[in-house]
């Protein structure tokens, strides 16, 4: 015990100072690198973003362009690679399998692991950031039991995954550019979010030296869990299971105040207000959903369970507000994603912030193998059994 003090969960304790993202969440502010997400949200594309993320400065268009042409270069995966993916098991969850194909990056390209050499930590993260949509594409792809599609250089990033994921299944028109739109703005409003579960551990595994693609592998697993970016998948399941089940909002909240079930894509450990990203998204779910005379069943629950919530006492006294999960897996829903791909969505728009921390982390002076201390509670030497 000595001198640490208890703090679980780490709700009161800062573990490194960062230049990346600004968060006041009693306000409701959210911004990257200076810049207030509700104007990159509509001035920028995520690639822009995720420039602004990783190096610290809007690109100017030459370096905009240099960085997307290094994605396109960098798109494709090795065929061995591809074999290793195809040979995990097809109805896995993805989160799972994406986490794996991201591990195994270290052995694939081991000339970019040393974390040491600036150049090869520069090299990993264009091909991180160029590999994780074509990776994430083939799980899914594989899941439904349809051949991969190889990237095209001709298309941009977004635009690019999505091909790569539906394919000629891709609605075109005026409704493919809505859903494009759509999937850059939910990306952008996932790209950083400094220190939640998922970006800590890749702090935590890079500081032990670790390289960077097992850092983010970590990650992946982290963001996973239904507290974290988990819970875009178990908003919809609950939606679902209201509607199947054919239970009452109040009778539904009533088992939240009993402690039998958490509200999904409710309450955040720093926001106590408004998340400003669920603004954004239910916006976007409003301009998708109610875009003909027929609402879709799940938004409408959703708004409904939402005002219900925030008239209810039990919510309003622990500033429980929807979060950044609580709309989207509707929008993720109507444009085709399945339920267990959500999550990697999430995972997508995250990378951008986790190498940004893994690379900020390596600069900073006060750089450290990360070691918590514990209060430890359990028995006091005892007398080993037949000594006496
Ligand atoms: N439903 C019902 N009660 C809740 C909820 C919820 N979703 N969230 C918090 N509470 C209650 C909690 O029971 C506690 O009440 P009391 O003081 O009476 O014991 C109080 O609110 C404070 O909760 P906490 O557990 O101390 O809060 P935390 O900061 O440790 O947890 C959280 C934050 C996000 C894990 C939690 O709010 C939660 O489990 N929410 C549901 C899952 C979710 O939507 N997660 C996504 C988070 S946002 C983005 C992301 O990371 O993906």
């Known amino acids: ?15 490194c100072s960062s230049k990346i993202t600004y968060i006041d969440g009693a306000a409701g502010i959210l911004r990257y ?37 290094k994605l396109r270069e960098n798109a494709d995966i090795p065929d061995d690679m591809g074999t290793f993916i195809d040979a995990m098991p097809r109805n896995g969850h993805p989160m799972s399998l994406v986490a794996s194909a991201v591990n195994t990056l270290a052995a694939y390209y081991d000339d970019s692991v040393d974390p040491d050499d600036e150049n090869q930590v520069e090299l990993a993260t264009i091909r991180l950031m160029a590999k994780l949509p074509t990776i994430a594409a083939r799980i899914y792809r594989n899941s439904i ?25 891709r609605p075109d028109g005026e409704l493919g550019e809505l859903f494009g739109k759509a999937v850059d703005l939910l990306l952008i409003l996932h790209a950083d979010h400094e220190l939640n579960c998922s970006t800590a551990t890749v702090r935590v595994v890079g500081s032990s030296q670790a390289d960077i693609f ?12 239904p507290s974290h970016g988990g819970a875009n998948q178990a908003v919809l399941e609950m939606l679902d299971e209201i509607r199947d089940s054919g239970v009452s909002i109040e009778d539904f909240l009533e088992r939240v105040k009993n402690r039998e079930v958490r509200l999904m894509g ?42 219900a919530a925030l008239a209810d006492s039990y919510f309003t006294e622990r500033k429980l507000y929807p979060n950044v999960d609580f709309y989207t897996g509707v929008i993720y829903r109507a444009m085709g994603f399945p339920t267990n791909m959500f999550t990697v969505l999430f995972a997508l728009g995250r990378l951008p912030g986790w190498i940004a921390h893994y690379r900020e982390q390596l600069h900073d002076p006060a750089f450290r193998i990360a070691r918590p201390r514990q209060h430890y509670i359990g028995a006091n030497e005892r007398r080993y059994p037949g000594q006496g």
């Not at 679980?8 to 304790?13: A, L, Y």
């Not at 850092?215 to 996973?224: C, D, E, T, W």
């Not at 408004?274 to 005379?293: H, N, V, W």
């Open 1 to 15: 015990t000595g001198m640490t003090t208890l703090d679980p969960g780490f709700g009161n304790t800062a573990s």
């Open 33 to 69: 690198r200076g810049y207030p997400i509700q104007d990159l949200a509509v001035g920028s594309s995520f690639l822009e973003v995720a420039y602004l993320v990783i190096y610290g400065e809007l690109p100017e268009p030459g370096q905009l362009k240099e960085f997307s042409d």
């Open 145 to 169: 039991g349809e051949q991969p599609i190889a990237p095209d250089p001709s298309l941009d990033y977004v635009e690019n995954f999505t091909r790569m994921t539906f394919g000629d299944a």
């Open 214 to 225: 097992a850092s983010i592998a970590s990650g992946v697993n982290a963001l996973s869990g």
């Open 266 to 307: 409710f309450g955040h450990r720093v926001y106590k207000n408004f998340d400003p990203r669920s603004k954004e998204i239910k916006g976007l779910a409003t301009q998708i959903l109610d875009r003909d005379d027929n609402p879709d069943e799940l938004f409408e629950l959703a708004l409904k369970l939402e005002a």
